[in-house]
Protein backbone atom coordinates (compact mmCIF):
# COMPACT_ATOMS: atom_id res chain seq x y z
CA UNK A 1 0.00 0.00 0.00
CA UNK A 2 1.09 3.48 -0.67
CA UNK A 3 0.44 6.72 1.25
CA UNK A 4 -2.10 9.20 -0.07
CA UNK A 5 -0.40 12.53 -1.10
CA UNK A 6 -0.09 13.97 3.05
CA UNK A 7 -0.38 17.47 2.11
CA UNK A 8 -3.62 17.25 0.18
CA UNK A 9 -5.46 15.77 3.32
CA UNK A 10 -7.39 17.95 5.71
CA UNK A 11 -5.75 18.44 8.99
CA UNK A 12 -2.41 17.26 8.21
CA UNK A 13 0.54 19.13 9.35
CA UNK A 14 4.17 18.23 9.13
CA UNK A 15 5.14 16.59 12.31
CA UNK A 16 2.20 14.28 12.31
CA UNK A 17 3.79 10.92 12.41
CA UNK A 18 0.44 9.12 10.89
CA UNK A 19 -1.92 11.12 9.01
CA UNK A 20 -5.70 11.38 9.28
CA UNK A 21 -7.56 9.62 5.96
CA UNK A 22 -4.21 8.32 4.40
CA UNK A 23 -5.12 4.82 3.94
CA UNK A 24 -1.21 3.18 4.94
CA UNK A 25 -0.95 5.65 8.00
CA UNK A 26 -4.64 4.60 9.03
CA UNK A 27 -3.61 1.15 8.39
CA UNK A 28 -0.59 1.18 10.53
CA UNK A 29 -1.86 2.87 12.87
CA UNK A 30 -4.84 0.02 13.36
CA UNK A 31 -1.78 -2.17 13.79
CA UNK A 32 -1.50 -3.56 17.59
CA UNK A 33 1.56 -2.25 17.30
CA UNK A 34 0.62 1.44 16.11
CA UNK A 35 3.05 1.03 13.55
CA UNK A 36 6.36 1.90 15.51
CA UNK A 37 8.05 -0.44 13.77
CA UNK A 38 7.86 1.39 10.44
CA UNK A 39 9.72 4.01 12.43
CA UNK A 40 13.12 4.92 11.35
CA UNK A 41 15.32 6.05 14.19
CA UNK A 42 14.98 9.77 13.20
CA UNK A 43 11.53 9.45 12.99
CA UNK A 44 11.19 7.43 15.92
CA UNK A 45 12.74 10.37 18.04
CA UNK A 46 10.55 12.61 16.71
CA UNK A 47 7.34 10.17 18.01
CA UNK A 48 9.26 10.18 21.50
CA UNK A 49 9.52 13.99 21.67
CA UNK A 50 5.99 14.47 19.93
CA UNK A 51 4.80 12.15 22.85
CA UNK A 52 6.24 14.08 25.33
CA UNK A 53 5.37 17.63 24.30
CA UNK A 54 1.64 16.49 23.43
CA UNK A 55 1.32 15.41 27.02
CA UNK A 56 3.13 18.51 28.56
CA UNK A 57 1.86 21.52 26.91
CA UNK A 58 -1.19 21.94 24.74
CA UNK A 59 0.80 20.64 21.38
CA UNK A 60 -1.98 20.81 18.55
CA UNK A 61 -2.36 19.69 15.79
CA UNK A 62 -2.64 15.96 16.43
CA UNK A 63 -4.04 13.84 14.25
CA UNK A 64 -6.44 10.87 15.27
CA UNK A 65 -4.73 8.10 14.02
CA UNK A 66 -1.37 8.97 15.41
CA UNK A 67 -2.97 9.45 19.08
CA UNK A 68 -2.83 5.82 20.04
CA UNK A 69 0.80 5.51 18.76
CA UNK A 70 1.48 8.51 21.21
CA UNK A 71 -0.13 7.34 24.23
CA UNK A 72 1.84 4.15 24.07
CA UNK A 73 5.50 5.94 23.65
CA UNK A 74 4.24 8.17 26.09
CA UNK A 75 2.92 5.37 28.61
CA UNK A 76 6.42 3.96 28.36
CA UNK A 77 7.55 7.71 28.98
CA UNK A 78 6.08 7.58 32.15
CA UNK A 79 7.11 4.09 33.27
CA UNK A 80 10.81 5.09 32.38
CA UNK A 81 11.08 8.13 34.50
CA UNK A 82 9.69 5.81 37.33
CA UNK A 83 13.27 4.37 36.56
CA UNK A 84 15.20 7.67 36.50
CA UNK A 85 14.64 8.35 32.55
CA UNK A 86 13.50 12.58 32.10
CA UNK A 87 10.33 12.62 29.98
CA UNK A 88 11.34 13.16 26.45
CA UNK A 89 14.44 11.22 26.93
CA UNK A 90 15.24 8.18 24.71
CA UNK A 91 17.11 6.33 26.90
CA UNK A 92 20.44 5.13 25.41
CA UNK A 93 22.77 2.74 26.31
CA UNK A 94 25.28 4.29 29.02
CA UNK A 95 27.14 2.07 31.53
CA UNK A 96 25.54 2.46 34.55
CA UNK A 97 22.35 3.25 33.90
CA UNK A 98 19.57 0.27 33.57
CA UNK A 99 18.52 -2.26 35.48
CA UNK A 100 20.48 -5.15 34.55
CA UNK A 101 19.16 -8.44 35.54
CA UNK A 102 22.20 -10.39 36.88
CA UNK A 103 21.34 -13.35 38.39
CA UNK A 104 24.74 -13.69 40.36
CA UNK A 105 23.70 -10.16 42.55
CA UNK A 106 19.99 -11.40 43.59
CA UNK A 107 19.93 -13.35 47.22
CA UNK A 108 16.04 -14.59 48.14
ZN1 LIG B 1 0.30 8.21 5.05
Same mark, same amino acid.
Given at each position: ?? &??? &????????????? /??????? =???????????????? =???????????????????????? =? *???? #? /??? *? /?? /???????? +??????? +???????? &? #?? =?????
Amino acid at each position: MM &HDN &HETLSGWNPLQLL /VDSCDEC =EARGRLDDHGIPYLDA =ERFAAAWQRAADWNRTDLGGISIT =E *APLL #N /VLW *A /VQ /VQLERLGV +PLGTIPL +PEPHIGMH &H #NP =EASSS
